[in-house]
């Protein structure tokens, strides 16, 4: 099976630090991407890659950076941390795009305090 | 506009009960629609895909139904167990690029 693992699942972080939110897939997928999940409002999409070093702005990239050095690892940057990013972050892959089947992590739950 | 909408918001069911869990979207050109099951503290996990030439498909105790004239689709839940409370969510994709249009899901608590 396809594993997709977060770094963390809980962080608590300052207003105005700089947080990285790592990723790595096992399967070899060409596309990975970073979505947060809020209450009411559904998964949103971030930022997605479909290939190594290439990166595409999602819905709601404001605040948020990402890198993609290595094919298997994928991380969200948030530059300077701020409340409104207190969140559930998710990350996932897919080895087509994302019309096939999104494997997804189990999700990091970030605090900003 | 892209839109999925998904109803009912919540639903409390009793542990043996069947239910249905209803997905209505707009999005167009449609190229698949998928259910996914996301238990909490957890990942969504794919349940089941719909193409636009499959009306029906099940998956052990799920059942998706899919009318694409309508734009409807349907998660039929038979015989529930206390391991279907989770959210489910509904994600519907275009036929070309890399957006995906997801639904706020559909919160089931099965109880004892």
């Known amino acids: 099976d396809v594993k997709v693992t977060q770094s963390s699942r809980y962080l608590v972080k300052r207003t105005g630090e700089k947080v990285f939110l790592e990723c790595v897939q096992d399967?070899?997928?060409?596309?990975m991407f970073w979505y947060r999940q809020d209450p009411g409002l559904g998964l949103r999409l971030i930022y997605f890659?479909?290939?190594?070093?290439?990166?595409e702005k999602g819905d709601i990239p404001e605040g948020y950076s990402v890198s993609r050095e290595k094919k298997e690892r994928f991380s969200l940057i948030l530059e300077s941390a701020s409340t409104n990013q207190t969140s559930m972050y998710l990350c996932?892959?897919?080895?087509?795009?994302?019309?096939?089947?999104?494997?997804f992590g189990s999700g990091t739950q970030l605090s900003v305090l | 506009k892209n839109q999925v909408e998904q109803s009912p918001q919540s639903l409390i069911i009793l542990e043996g009960k069947n239910c249905t869990l209803q997905?209505?979207?707009?999005?167009?050109?449609?190229?698949?629609l998928r259910w996914y099951k996301q238990d909490t503290g957890r990942g969504p996990v794919s349940l089941t895909i719909?193409?636009?030439?499959?009306n029906t498909k099940s998956n052990g105790r799920y059942t998706a139904t899919l009318d694409a004239d309508t734009k409807q689709s349907s998660l039929h839940i038979t015989a529930s167990q206390l391991s279907d409370s989770a959210s489910y969510i509904c994600?519907?994709?275009?036929?070309?690029?890399?957006?995906?249009?997801f639904g706020k899901g559909t919160s089931l608590l099965v109880t004892p």
């Open positions: 996932a892959s897919s080895f087509f795009g994302p019309a096939e089947k999104l494997f």
């Open positions: 399967m070899d997928h060409e596309n």
């Open positions: 890659s479909y290939d190594v070093k290439m990166k």
């Open positions: 994600v519907v994709s275009r036929r070309s690029g890399y957006a995906l249009n």
């Open positions: 719909m193409t636009f030439s499959e």
């Open positions: 997905c209505n979207y707009t999005v167009s050109p449609f190229s698949n």
